[in-house]
């Protein structure tokens, strides 16, 4: 059964320093991974969508990468802010007909100014 | 923009009433998901459709039914609410076709039971 870790749970760094969140998942037989940011109460904001054919996404100040054979992504976050404070899920689509995302339980940033 | 809405930010109900989270999204989507969120555990499936009237269910179905009446409305019911069902719901859309396509998801409703 498809399992996603993310590592760490929490994550505290000054404003401005660059970042890195790790995501890991157990097979790696998926169509793609969403990377998603979710402010405390609220609803989920995806954030890119990287397909299992692609190595990465960029948007912003923000790139993710993904190496499906070894089953690992990475969301590089540049130049942090006090606006990046969240958690950060990851999600992959399992390659079967009909099933949703499977997540991870997520890393919450804090930036501090 | 793509828009997910959820009936409720928040409710409260007490033990043994019957609970209707309502979802209706705007992009015509064919799927449609009911999540829940809960400390630890994550955002676990509930039940989820890929058309109207179809339902599968997710990792957790029991003590939840739903229904989809109409492509852009997908309701998930607690028939006999019970604490352990206090935690956030969240809804999500897509479409359908293809490898690729991107969830999104709606404010969350967060529902306690007393």
């Known amino acids: 059964k498809q399992e996603v870790t993310q590592i760490p749970a929490a994550l505290s760094v000054p404003e401005g320093e660059n970042l890195v969140l790790n995501c890991s998942f157990t097979?790696?037989?998926?169509?793609?991974l969403q990377w998603f940011r979710q402010d405390p109460g609220k609803g989920l904001t995806s954030l890119l969508l990287?397909?299992?054919?692609?190595r990465e996404q960029t948007s912003g100040r923000l790139n993710a990468s993904l190496d499906k054979s070894s089953g690992r992504s990475t969301l590089y976050i540049a130049a942090s802010q006090p606006g990046d404070s969240a958690t950060y899920l990851c999600a992959v689509r399992p390659a079967q007909a009909g099933t949703a995302l499977i997540f991870g339980k997520g890393t919450t940033l804090s930036v501090s100014s | 923009d793509v828009k997910v809405t959820q009936s409720s930010r928040y409710l409260v109900k007490r033990t043994g009433e019957k609970v209707f989270l309502e979802c209706v999204q705007d992009?015509?989507?064919?799927?449609m998901f009911w999540y829940r969120q809960d400390p630890g555990l994550g955002l676990r499936l509930i039940y989820f459709?890929?058309?109207?009237?179809?339902?599968e269910k997710g990792d957790i179905p029991e003590g939840y039914s739903v229904s989809r009446e109409k492509k852009e409305r997908f309701s998930l019911i607690l028939e006999s609410a019970s604490t352990n069902q206090t935690s956030m719901y969240l809804c999500a859309s897509s479409y359908r076709g293809g490898r690729s396509y991107e969830q999104y998801f709606g404010p969350g409703t967060r529902l306690t039971v007393t």
């Open positions: 459709s890929y058309d109207v009237k179809m339902k």
């Open positions: 990287i397909q299992s054919s692609q």
């Open positions: 992009m015509d989507h064919e799927n």
């Open positions: 097979d790696s037989a998926i169509y793609n």
